[in-house]
């Protein structure tokens, strides 16, 4: 495995970061997951868009110009042998010393980034669907940012799998904003739905990916507040992440949602999503 750390491509046990670097100190830091299918980034431009949005959110400069991301993490690809992988990439505010809470007078960043392979699309999990937990946000107010401050999403992701469930639901005011990592779509009264973006929940590029395949092949969208209670009479409920692409839910906290199999809008969206990826792989 070759890791990309501060300009460097490195086998990553040759990979060293400081101790006192605030992204381990105080998780003073954002990242991104970007998949690529072929070797190939999927909205790739939107990623660092997002990156920038979050950056700025934490008030750090891009360390990078877009340009030298991409080559960067093309490299890193070809290094790791191309195919479809998720680059993972993180930007932290860098060492610093004594540790002081308040931004250090000139940092140094840390950039780091590897790539993992993408588990096939199970389909198992497509027939059968997963079920999720919901349970209230015990997140912050600035959601929207990519932040590697992940604990309430780690201790979200526990719970899910101590109850055998795939995913939890964050609930805040009775309205469903997202999943740990992951976005929400429900299918009401044949409309697909899911929240307004706002500081409550991260805009996910599949999520944006989603809309616009509703959009381009004529598919009834709406950006939406979504009542939890109004979720567990929907046609259909799906997750969607970089990673995973479109998970059908089919219970939600026991609940079946409608006949507790995977709807025929999912069967038709999952095409869609899968076509634009094969597009992406021929190039
Ligand atoms: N919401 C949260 C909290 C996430 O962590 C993620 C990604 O892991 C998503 C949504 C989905 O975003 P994307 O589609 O950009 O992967």
Known sequence: LIVHLNGEFLPLPAARISPLDRGFVFADGVYEVIPAYGGRLLRLQEHLQRLDNSLSGIRMDNPLPHHAWQEMLMELLRRNGNGDQSVYLQVTRGPAFPREHAFPAHPRPTVFAMCTPIRESDPALREAG?????????????????????????????????????????????????????????????????????PFLLPGITRDLVLELAAEHGFPAQERDIPLERL????????????????????????????????PVFAQFHDWYQARLAALRTG
């Open 232 to 263: 567990l009479s929907a046609d259909e409920v799906w997750i969607t992440s970089s990673t995973r692409a479109i998970v059908p839910v089919t219970r939600v906290d026991e609940q079946s949602i409608a006949s507790g199999r995977p709807g």
């Open 130 to 198: 997963v079920p999720v937990i919901s349970h209230p946000d015990i997140r912050w107010d600035r959601c929207d940012l990519k932040t590697v401050s992940l604990l309430p999403a780690v201790l979200m992701k526990q719970l899910a799998k101590d109850r055998g469930a795939f995913e939890t639901l964050l609930i805040r005011q009775g309205l469903v904003l997202e999943g740990a990592a992951s976005n929400v779509f429900a299918v009401l009264d044949g409309v697909l739905t899911t929240p307004p973006k706002g």
